[in-house]
């Protein structure tokens, strides 16, 4: 099975500063057929389900904000968040998805606060 | 825009059974795959199983393999996810959810069941 590791596992950033996240994958997830890496990214709030904010590593989905951006390819990846708003204080996960085995795997998490 | 609203909490005793349904509107239903992805207490999350409901066809996580039943009904855009064998580490929010297109990344997600497993 694939393996997603996060880093860090909790990251506190002042208000309008920038916040990196980043995920590393066991193996890697760049398909040669499309050239697409198989990576998104979800932020979860208390008491609510995940929302996605990114898709192929770098595609942001339609209303997430633009501070909001995703990068890497392969096996390593980064949720960057680039000036810090009191309403992101939330949980961000990876997510691969290996195309061979049709299996998903999450990140452990990262818990996101304001310092 | 996709909705999918599940049904209510559940209580079940250690070595029971549990099926938690899961209703789309406003996609279209029997193209794309239905995922069921669980959370524990202050956890993370964890993928269950998935149906590619126009074609019947459910793949499971190993770790669930033999304990997990997923299935739809594409006449009423209803999928649900049958866990057997239930134990306390069950216990958890179970999310049902909808891949489109790719089904690479999960697009739009329920809002969440409760299952508490507890004698």
């Known amino acids: 099975d694939i393996v997603m590791t996060q880093s860090p596992d909790s990251l506190a950033v002042s208000l309008g500063e920038r916040a990196t996240i980043n995920c590393k994958s066991s193996?890697?997830?760049?398909?040669?057929?499309?050239?697409?890496?198989?990576l998104a990214w979800y932020q979860q709030k208390p008491g609510q389900p995940p929302k996605l904010l990114i898709y192929?590593?770098?595609t942001r989905e339609s209303g997430v904000p633009d501070r909001f951006s995703g990068s890497g390819s392969g096996t390593d990846f980064t949720l960057t968040i680039s000036s810090l708003q009191a309403e992101d204080v939330a949980v961000y996960y990876c997510?691969?998805?290996?195309?061979?085995?049709?299996?998903?795997?999450f990140g452990q998490g990262t818990k996101l606060e304001i310092k | 825009q996709v909705q999918l609203v599940q049904s209510g909490a559940e209580v079940k005793k250690p070595g029971s059974s549990v099926k938690v349904s899961c209703k789309a509107s406003?996609?279209?239903?029997?193209?794309?795959?239905i995922s069921w992805v669980r959370q524990a207490p202050g956890q993370g999350l964890e993928w269950m199983g998935r149906?590619?409901?126009?074609?019947?066809?459910?793949n499971y996580a190993q770790k669930f393999q033999g304990r997990v039943t997923i299935t739809a009904d594409k006449s009423t855009s209803t999928a649900y996810m049958e866990l057997s064998s239930l134990r306390s580490e069950d216990t958890a929010v179970y999310y049902c959810?909808?891949?489109?297109?790719?089904?690479?990344?999960?697009?739009?997600w329920g809002q969440g069941t409760l299952v508490t497993v507890s004698s």
């Open positions: 192929w590593a770098s």
């Open positions: 193996q890697s997830v760049l398909y040669s057929s499309n050239n697409k890496n198989y």
């Open positions: 406003g996609g279209t239903f029997s193209s794309y795959t």
């Open positions: 959810v909808y891949s489109s297109g790719s089904m690479t990344h999960f697009d739009y």
């Open positions: 997510q691969q998805y290996y195309s061979t085995s049709l299996m998903y795997t």
């Open positions: 149906i590619i409901p126009i074609l019947g066809i459910a």
